[in-house]
């Protein structure tokens, strides 16, 4: 009895002892044991706060000789850590401090970047005095590509990686539905696609958003292509096509989700046909999920004439409490061993420890042969990727707030009504009069939405709810007409 109680104890010992045994030497100490902190804010997926914390934390080891903690604050999406930056500056002025205990803003996009710059939130990067060699002409990291910014004149922040909203499909489910592979956004409106369309929600996030602003944008430079000598006509014509090819996906969608990798995950599980995905969310799932042949359940495309290279940036906040760590982390991000971070394959020196980041980085120097050889996209090198459009801030950037309200009162609050309506236009073939009035986004012209609808961008509260539900309204009860003269067309009464 004594030795099987030995035994047991020794069995319960063991486990207890594997995982220790098992776990990787870190660099990252908890926070009471360190020597140093530090405070970043972020929408980054916990891969990538993973990888980065503990490379960082030992780069920081290394170069300095004292550990460090870092304290990963994730409340959300983008949209949930503007409100929390706003509230927090807000509470922060009204006590007379300076700060509010956080010292970086890791990941997100460029307009959200820049928002914060322009309420005095960042601070001047000092990676410009640093390493000039990276931004001088000709140098390694442009200011612009594809009409996006990658850093401002003021330096405040600066891009780290690069990344593009794209099409992810199941090539099985499109076999099932006889869809053909989708190369644009406008192949993703065939009704052929009706309840197997997967989207995010671009009030939750502005990357979205911005897919969402340049979908518009593509269709509008197809119109100034057409129609250069009718310019104003030709903005018109682009704004109501962008919006109507919008109406089209949204019908199509099973759901508008807060979460950006449900999309993918869905799509390879066969839940959804397609959907609208951000690149490296695309090729992590395809290399994840795979057929018993080794085929892949997930494909990602970028849509041919639709993205651009959007930068993914890194700043300092204002009143950071440990100021010359967060520049350095800046600074890290940008160094060889951070940008290789992104895209090597794990186990590779200056890779990441267990799973790939499949992101590409900002620096145009890390495209060579040899760093690709060792990377998770041999084939990869977005500066020369011909499929790219160049956005133009002047044609939809004032829109970008507009266009995610008008996405929500549009699309999502009245989802129920357009997809209904939309399955009766099918079912009747589509017909031409019950089309327009599905289709009729008059309300939202470009002189209004073009330039920012004041009624969407107010600081009125009130005031915006009201004209949301106005907006709302209108779209749902077309939407209900729309489908009874479908239904009417069906029964032979038109």
């Not at 699309?411 to 009504?417: R, V």
Request: aromatic share 10%; with cysteine.
């Amino acid at each position: 009895m004594k030795k099987r109680a030995w035994i047991i104890f020794g069995l319960l010992a063991a486990i207890v002892a594997l995982p220790i045994a098992l776990r990787r030497e870190t660099a990252t100490v908890t926070s009471g044991a360190a020597d140093d902190q530090l405070v970043i804010l972020t929408p980054h997926h916990e891969s990538i706060r993973v990888e980065f914390g503990e490379a960082f934390a030992t780069y920081w080891q290394k170069t300095t000789g004292r550990s460090l903690h870092i304290d990963w604050r994730t409340p959300g999406g983008t949209s949930e850590i503007r409100m929390l930056l706003d509230s927090t500056y807000k509470a922060a002025a009204e006590t007379g401090r300076t700060g509010i205990g956080m010292d970086v803003l890791f990941g997100g996009g460029e307009p959200d970047f820049s928002n914060q710059a322009k309420k005095g939130r960042l601070v001047r990067l000092r990676v410009f005095e640093s390493n000039p060699e990276w931004f001088k002409p000709g140098g390694p990291i442009p200011s612009t590509f594809t009409g996006e910014c990658y850093y401002p004149a003021n330096h405040l922040w600066v891009g780290t990686c690069m990344s593009q909203f794209g099409i992810c499909y199941n090539p099985d489910v499109l076999k099932r539905l006889k869809l053909p592979s989708p190369t644009c956004w406008s192949d993703l409106g065939d009704a052929g696609y009706a309840g197997a369309l997967a989207l995010a929600d671009p009030t939750k996030s502005g990357s979205v958003a911005r897919a969402f602003e340049l979908l518009v944008q593509g269709e509008i430079l197809r119109e100034l292509s057409a129609n250069p000598d009718h310019r104003d006509a030709a903005l018109a014509d682009g704004w109501t096509a962008g919006l109507q090819l919008i109406q089209r996906l949204a019908a199509n969608s099973r759901y508008f989700t807060d979460s950006a990798t449900k999309i993918p995950q869905d799509v390879g599980q066969g839940n959804a046909a397609a959907g609208m995905c951000i690149d490296f969310y695309g090729r992590s799932y395809a290399e994840e999920l795979k057929t018993s042949t080794g085929n892949p359940r997930v494909v990602w495309v970028a849509p041919r004439g639709g993205t651009t290279m959007s930068a993914d940036p890194v700043g300092v906040l204002a009143g950071a409490p440990h100021p010359e760590i967060a520049q350095s982390f800046a600074e890290f991000c940008l160094s060889d061993e951070g940008q290789m971070l992104w895209f090597l394959k794990p186990g590779n020196s200056n890779g990441p420890r267990a799973r790939a980041l499949h992101r590409t980085p900002i620096r145009r120097d890390m495209y060579t042969r040899g760093i690709l050889a060792n990377s998770t996209m041999p084939g990869a090198n977005p500066y020369e990727d011909p499929g790219n459009f160049t956005y133009q801030r002047e044609l939809t950037g004032a829109s970008f707030n507009t266009l995610r309200q008008l996405v929500k009162v549009m699309c999502i609050d009245s989802h129920d009504e357009m997809k209904e309506a939309w399955l009766a236009l099918r079912d009747a073939g589509m017909p031409r009069d019950a089309l327009a009035v599905f289709a009729d986004v008059s309300i939202m012209p470009y002189a209004v939405g073009g330039k920012g609808d004041p009624g969407f961008d107010g600081s009125d509260a009130l005031q915006t709810a009201t004209h949301a539900a106005r907006i709302g309204e209108w779209f749902r009860t077309n939407y209900r007409k729309a489908r009874d003269m479908a239904r009417q067309h069906c029964s032979g009464g038109l």
